[in-house]
């Protein structure tokens, strides 16, 4: 059946009081809505007044704003019209405002209806420059009688300026019969969303919130993002350009008590920075594979990140006045996380208590030791609205829509995350180790070593003071013992993953020559191949192998079962120690000495592929190399040296041999750590000599050196 007259849609007279209470999810948003709108109309002050709000029959919300105020054209077809374009329109042609050149934040032409989930009665006076005065009166629970939309007449009324009188100008919203009790709790909510509306590290030029409340008693006790800033011990910002970080600082800033450390600075100009400027991740699709991010791809533009970062370490928090320690850790609880700024106005929802929107919480769970979480950090990313179209705000003012762009940007903030967690990882190494005292040592040793200063001072028995005393050194010798073993484990765990790689690949090799008839002689190398990289890494598992070994075999050993890896990376190994003249032979274990060799390498092999993966970038060429030696010592030992010709050390190597302290993009931060050990239980060490104190040659002055000092037999 064809009707005469196709029918329409009617939009029934409750639809928009659904937007407002639907669409904007809470009060904050709605009043935070509301001076964004006085934002666009290009006001200078925006006052927000609220009385007696903890009854909503009698409370009152009132928002004044200087703007430009409203006529009846945009009365009528703007502000009265849901879902208006005018200022989309208005950012698309870059059309800004006359007084201080803002473009539109609001685009989507629901926000105004904001005032729908403040409360059910509105009244709006506005008005522009040198012009008539128009009030807007709307009583909701009168327009919910209506069925249509269509039907719901709103009353406006044109008068001679009775508000606005003389030359002022704007509009100012006055909201009754709300629609909620207003508790302590919501307030203070309202009170915080205002002023971090703005940015705190920028503050928007000729922009400012006054907040007024006749329970002045209900946020007299709040404290400023500046006030808690003060406490922090670290300091980073940051501009991110296409797949570049074009400008870089970070600081580490002790607190004037902490006079066992001093000021550490890094910017653009060090190593590690330059070697992690470009924005290199490793792809979701194949985790063997790098991938480079690039904002470029997208309207997004400059991205400027800052922020603070807090340590909540209960010996250092001692260090401050306790009142402060409280209010510092109820803001962070309330307050940490990493918010969004568009032209320096925040996009909702971004650093909420409960919006995890970079899984900041998830990835600390996962490593702890090295992860910054939502409470440690307050931080801003500034955004520009011109340059930024392809983030999207939804249209529930929740963030922005979850596009590709959106991850490209957020990518892109996380790998700059895991830069500074590197670099804070350092100091605040070397804070556990100033004001920490049980982390400079095992901490079973180190509770022990309490336990046996208070029975020596508490036991006044000799005879029970000295068997309390027997008990706790065979604990401590037991305790050593578990480790060591803990240790050769930890180690051939380590390194048996390398040998699994060395026996898959040559595996590949022997099915893709069987398939090959005539080349039986190269089947017959790779099974000798296989069997002998089979038992060398089974020394790796090999328990009591501590006896006298030549240190030019074993280095041999260690470099042949790395053989396959050194050839697919291209790296071309100086074997200088092969002219060293005398037969130097060494006690040590074989499995520790291979293990530590490797774990020295693969460091070396990263950092090497890092460097040439620069070099192409700019088109050009690096020769990858690792040159070892060996040197007779004063003292009677020898040293095996062992350096590339990369970027050398980014991070100081007191710290590198510390655990899960690293720079590699996705390392644990373990190897080091256990060849330092491992060289202790071998009764050698590991030493990291200044450029010079070596006779190398000079490609390797500014590469990494690592020095392993064995006595000589």
């Given at each position: 059946m064809n009707f005469k007259n196709n029918p329409t849609f009617r939009p029934r007279a409750r639809l928009l009081l659904q937007l407002g209470d639907q669409l904007i999810k809470n009060e904050n948003i709605a009043v935070l809505e509301l001076v964004k709108n006085s934002y666009d109309a290009d006001a200078r002050n925006v006052k927000i007044r609220m009385k007696n709000v903890e009854n909503k029959e009698f409370g009152k919300i009132e928002i004044l704003d200087d703007g430009c105020g409203m006529d009846e054209d945009v009365l009528k077809n703007a502000w009265l019209e849901p879902g208006s374009d005018y200022k989309e329109l208005q950012f698309r042609k870059n059309k800004r405002s006359v007084k201080y050149n803002r473009l539109p934040i609001g685009e989507k032409g629901i926000g105004r209806f904001g005032v729908h989930k403040l409360g059910n009665k509105i009244e709006l006076i506005t008005r522009k420059e040198d012009a008539l005065e128009y009030v807007v009166t709307i009583d909701w629970k009168e327009f919910a009688k209506k069925k249509y939309l269509k039907d719901a007449e709103i009353s406006i009324i044109a008068r001679p300026p009775q508000y606005f009188l003389r030359k002022r100008h704007g509009t100012r919203i006055i909201i009754t019969d709300l629609k909620t009790d207003w508790d302590r709790r919501m307030v203070r909510d309202i009170y915080k969303a205002l002023f971090t509306l703005s940015s705190p590290f920028k503050t928007i030029d000729h922009f400012s919130i006054d907040f007024e409340i006749d329970r002045q008693d209900w946020i007299s006790d709040l404290i400023s993002w500046k006030e808690v800033g003060d406490f922090a011990l670290f300091y980073y910002k940051v501009k991110i350009h296409g797949s570049e970080i074009k400008e870089f600082y970070y600081r580490f800033k002790p607190w004037k008590s902490m006079d066992k450390l001093t000021l550490h600075e890094v910017d653009i100009t060090n190593q590690f920075i330059i070697d992690h400027q470009t924005l290199e991740v490793t792809s979701q699709e194949n985790k063997k594979e790098k991938v480079i991010l690039d904002l470029r791809k997208y309207h997004i533009g400059d991205v400027d990140f800052e922020g603070y970062i807090f340590d909540r370490d209960l010996k250092l928090l001692d260090l401050i006045e306790e009142n402060k320690v409280r209010q510092i850790r109820k803001y962070l609880d309330e307050n940490g996380g990493i918010r969004v700024y568009r032209d320096n106005l925040r996009i909702n929802e971004y650093g909420e208590k409960g919006n995890d929107w970079l899984n900041l919480d998830l990835r600390r769970v996962n490593v702890p030791a090295k992860r910054i979480s939502n409470n440690i950090i307050l931080s801003v990313i500034n955004i520009k609205r011109e340059d930024?179209?392809?983030?999207?705000?939804?249209?529930?003012?929740?963030?922005?829509?979850?596009?590709?762009?959106?991850?490209?940007?957020?990518?892109?903030?996380?790998?700059?995350?895991?830069?500074?967690?590197?670099?804070?990882?350092?100091?605040?190494?070397?804070?556990?180790?100033?004001?920490?005292?049980?982390?400079?040592?095992?901490?079973?040793?180190?509770?022990?070593?309490?336990?046996?200063?208070?029975?020596?001072?508490?036991?006044?028995?000799?005879?029970?003071?000295?068997?309390?005393?027997?008990?706790?050194?065979?604990?401590?010798?037991?305790?050593?013992?578990?480790?060591?073993?803990?240790?050769?484990?930890?180690?051939?765990?380590?390194?048996?993953?390398?040998?699994?790689?060395?026996?898959?690949?040559?595996?590949?090799?022997?099915?893709?020559?069987?398939?090959?008839?005539?080349?039986?002689?190269?089947?017959?190398?790779?099974?000798?191949?296989?069997?002998?990289?089979?038992?060398d890494f089974l020394h790796l598992l090999k328990q009591n192998d501590k006896k006298s070994y030549s240190i030019k075999e074993l280095i041999d050993s260690s470099l042949a079962n790395l053989r396959y890896r050194l050839k697919v990376h291209n790296i071309e190994i100086i074997k200088a120690y092969s002219d060293f003249g005398v037969e130097i032979k060494i006690d040590c274990s074989r499995r520790f000495f291979l293990s530590s060799i490797l774990n020295i390498i693969d460091n070396s092999i990263y950092w090497l592929e890092k460097k040439h993966r620069n070099f192409a970038r700019v088109k050009t060429i690096f020769e990858k190399k690792i040159f070892i030696n060996l040197y007779a010592e004063k003292n009677g030992s020898i040293s095996l040296l062992i350096a590339d010709n990369g970027t050398g050390f980014t991070l100081p190597t007191s710290q590198i041999i510390k655990p899960f302290i690293t720079s590699k993009d996705e390392g644990m931060g373990l190897g080091l750590h256990i060849t330092n050990q491992i060289m202790k239980v071998m009764d050698a060490r590991m030493v990291f000599p200044e450029s010079g104190d070596y006779n190398i040659p000079q490609e390797f002055n500014n590469g990494a050196i690592i020095i392993l000092q064995f006595k000589e037999r």
């Open positions: 930024s179209s392809d983030l999207i705000e939804k249209t529930n003012r929740e963030g922005f829509v979850e596009n590709e762009a959106y991850n490209e940007f957020k990518a892109a903030i996380l790998y700059v995350v895991g830069i500074i967690e590197k670099l804070r990882q350092v100091d605040k190494a070397n804070l556990r180790d100033a004001y920490s005292p049980s982390e400079n040592e095992e901490p079973v040793l180190h509770l022990t070593k309490e336990l046996k200063q208070y029975v020596d001072k508490k036991i006044k028995d000799d005879t029970i003071r000295g068997q309390i005393i027997d008990y706790i050194d065979q604990i401590e010798k037991d305790y050593n013992e578990i480790n060591e073993i803990l240790l050769t484990a930890s180690g051939a765990g380590l390194t048996l993953g390398v040998g699994i790689h060395e026996i898959d690949k040559l595996v590949k090799n022997l099915v893709a020559i069987v398939k090959v008839d005539s080349v039986s002689n190269d089947v017959r190398d790779l099974i000798q191949d296989l069997q002998t990289t089979v038992n």
